[in-house]
């Protein structure tokens, strides 16, 4: 144990004494910038050998200038044993792991690692620089880097200096230990405020600590911010207002929109509304909206309207049990808030304030109508009433209605009134042996009818009738009973029947019978003796006497009628459809043989006396053949109208007929021409002047 001990004491004393190859500085790892020079330090003790540098196990060379790695050299004293590796300028590839080495004493020198560092290049905006976004609407802002910065750099997001959160982080690898590009995305959602506003984008590594930054503008599109005012703002109905609306949007306003209460307004266009007051404002909001190419918003406001009462419910009719309590309520909107007040339809005193009305436990006497009353407001427009009626329910009420008197033996009714709440059950009347309530029994008949009118708050009104026919004696000394009931009680009265004499007027009515038909007597009689002389109209002017010749007069006709009197001959016209009847007088024929039911007209013509007696005519006609009947001209007499038999006088010549005498139908003898001499007239009427007096149409 001794001897090695020795051994490897004398072994380094000697080490000592001679020196070795030792390494009295090895190099460190090393960070560079890209660009910049970078220095691996190596000095050997006790060696003059060769020393060389290797990158990633790759020997350099032996050589001090190093042939063949322009950018790389060796310094330091050699003799001192300093070999330094420089290179300059210091680019991406030299990145890698360095060894000094004695090749010839086989020493090796730990690995330096060179780190070189490439800056970030200014990132990018996408969009910028100047980032156009919607207000209100979220938005995603990205920032890229480009190139091979080293290490790979951080991306952050500045407003005013101040840092912003809400940022993701995303980079794309392009091989391995390479990058691509990287880049941020900040989500924001912006507001009108943000317009305007700067963002900066910053790239920050090692080997930028500081970072490079670039910057973009917020250009803001938002809606239109709108503000709504009304001039003035408290206004009496009916008052003018002037709404403006004034907005600020990006892009510029496209238009504008006025609505009240949700409804357009018809025709408002533009920044300006001018309207009338009314109530409806109150509670109508006014809103305008404003618009342009991003979108639209709106504000709204409601006036403050003063305006006089206007009912918004009316009073309810009750039906309350008697006893009980009676609640009314109306309602009244207007600004200021109405008066309200309540009375009795009729009466003054005033029975309550506000919207309720309250009578406590009703009577029969609280019945009818109650009045709700609002008073006209600051202005004098509005106010009204507003009534319902109360029922109180109670027993019916019976009152008997007057009846006419009746005779004996002859018929009768007897009425009762009925207001009951609620309606009777039944209406029944009754007498001593019974009763009856509708329909009829024996002598008795029963019907009910409504009301014309109730009595306010006494419920529906019926009028019952008893009708009796045939009235006996006792039907004047009894009673008759009306009730009626319903579920709160029972009412009734007592109907008496009046009697009234007869005779009295039967005779009254017999007088006035009597001169009536008396006078209706002297009236006919005068009348249908006018109207037997007058009642004919002339047809023609000629008249033929039956059996009379030329220039001769007759009596045939006079002893025909029997005794003349004071009349004279009947005379008949010329007219075929003439028939002389049993007393001398004409009849004509029905010349449609009944078919138009024209009713045959009787003619008689009273003819006067020539004086010294005999027939007074006329000279003869000379128209005609001879052998033909003789005919008269009368037309000179024509003119005069004959007077009533009752007063005329004798005359001496024939009177003419009443112009209505004659119907205008005239009964041809044949549908041929006539067979006359040469030179004769085709009808022999047609030589005479016509009558001018007027045409009777025949009535069928």
């Known amino acids: 144990m ?55 196990g790759l020997a350099l060379g032996g050589e001090r200038d190093l042939p063949g790695w322009s950018r790389y050299w060796i310094s330091g004293n050699a003799a001192s044993g300093q070999h330094d590796l420089h290179i300059k300028p210091v680019e991406l590839e030299d990145q890698a792991s360095y060894e000094c080495q004695a090749t010839q004493a086989g020493l090796r020198s730990r690995p330096a690692q060179l780190h070189v560092l490439v800056p970030p290049e200014a990132p990018q905006v996408l969009g910028g620089p100047s980032v156009s976004l919607v207000a209100g609407v979220p938005a995603n802002l990205t920032c890229r880097s480009h190139g091979d910065a080293h290490p790979t750099p951080e991306l952050l997001w500045f407003r005013d200096g101040v840092r912003l959160d809400g940022t993701t982080f995303h980079q794309t690898l392009l091989k391995e230990g390479t990058t691509g590009s990287v880049e941020s995305i900040l989500f924001l959602t912006p507001s ?93 909001p006014v809103s305008c909206e404003v618009s342009n190419a991003v979108g639209s918003a709106n504000r709204s406001t409601a006036l403050d309207v003063q305006f006089g009462p206007i009912l918004q419910a009316k009073p309810e009719p009750l039906s309350v049990d008697a006893g009980e309590d009676a609640f009314f309520s109306c309602a009244w909107r207007g600004n200021p808030l109405p008066r309200v007040t309540w009375t009795r339809r009729g ?70 009134l009925v207001f009951a709440s609620p309606a009777p059950e039944a209406v029944v009347w009754s007498w001593d042996e019974g009763f009856l309530a509708a329909g009829s029994r024996g002598r008795f008949l029963v019907e009910t009818f409504p009301a014309p009118e109730g009595r306010g708050g006494q419920g529906p009104g019926l009028i019952s009738v008893l009708h009796i026919s045939g009235t006996q004696e006792s039907d004047f000394s009894r009673g008759f009973n009306c009730s009626a009931r319903n579920r709160l009680g029972e009412g009734g009265t007592r109907v008496s029947l009046g009697r009234r004499d007869l005779l009295p007027t039967v005779q009254i009515v017999a007088g006035v019978a009597a001169a009536a038909l008396t006078l209706l007597m002297v009236i006919t009689g005068v009348a249908l003796c006018c109207w037997r002389h007058a009642s004919f109209s002339k047809q023609k002017n000629l008249v033929r006497i039956p059996g009379s010749s030329d220039g001769s007069s007759s009596r045939g006709a006079e002893e025909e009628t029997g005794s003349g009197g004071d009349r004279g001959p009947i005379v008949h016209t010329d007219h075929s459809d003439l028939v002389l009847d049993e007393e001398g007088t004409l009849e004509s024929k029905d010349p449609t043989n009944g078919y138009y039911k024209v009713r045959g ?55 003419t007929p009443h112009p209505r005498a004659f119907t205008s139908y005239i009964k041809p003898t044949s549908f041929g021409p006539p067979d006359l001499a040469p030179g004769t007239p085709p009808f022999p009427y047609a030589a005479f002047p016509t009558p001018s007096h007027p045409r009777l149409q025949t009535h069928v």
Request: a neutral charge; hydrophobic letters at 40%; charged letters at 15%.
């Open 2 to 56: 001794l001897v090695p001990a020795l051994l490897l004491l004398f072994l380094c004393l000697r080490g000592r004494a001679g020196g070795l190859p030792h390494f009295l500085q090895q190099p460190d790892d090393l960070v560079v910038l890209l660009g910049d020079e970078a220095r691996l330090s190596c000095a050997l003790g006790a060696y003059r050998g060769l020393v060389q540098w290797t990158k990633d």
């Open 192 to 284: 009108s405020r943000d317009d305007g506003a700067t963002l900066v984008c910053r790239a920050r590594s090692q080997a930028l600590p500081a970072g490079k930054d670039t910057a973009i503008t917020l250009s803001l599109q938002y809606p239109p911010l709108v503000t709504l005012s009304a001039e003035p703002q408290t206004v009496q109905e009916g008052e003018k207002v002037t709404f403006l609306c004034q907005a600020t949007a990006q892009p510029p306003v496209t238009g504008y929109r006025w609505a009240k209460g949700g409804s357009p307004v018809l025709g408002a266009r533009g920044p300006m509304l001018e309207v009338v007051a009314d109530a409806s404002f109150l509670t109508a």
């Open 347 to 416: 009466g003054t005193q005033v029975l309550g304030f506000g919207p309720t009305l309250r009578l406590p436990s009703v009577g029969p006497e609280d019945a009818g109508d109650y009045v709700c009353r609002a008073e006209p407001g600051l202005s004098g427009r509005g106010g009204g009433a507003a009534e319902a009626r109360l029922t109180v329910n109670a027993p019916p009420i019976v009152t008997a209605l007057q009846s006419a008197p009746a005779s004996l033996r002859g018929p009768a009714r007897l009425q009762c």
């Open 601 to 655: 007209v009787s003619v008689s013509l009273s003819l006067g006396e020539a004086p010294g007696g005999g027939l007074f005519l006329p000279p003869p006609s000379p128209l005609g053949p001879p052998g033909t009947p003789t005919f008269y001209d009368f037309n000179p007499h024509l003119g005069v109208v004959p007077p009533c038999r009752l007063y005329r006088a004798r005359a001496g010549y024939l009177t």
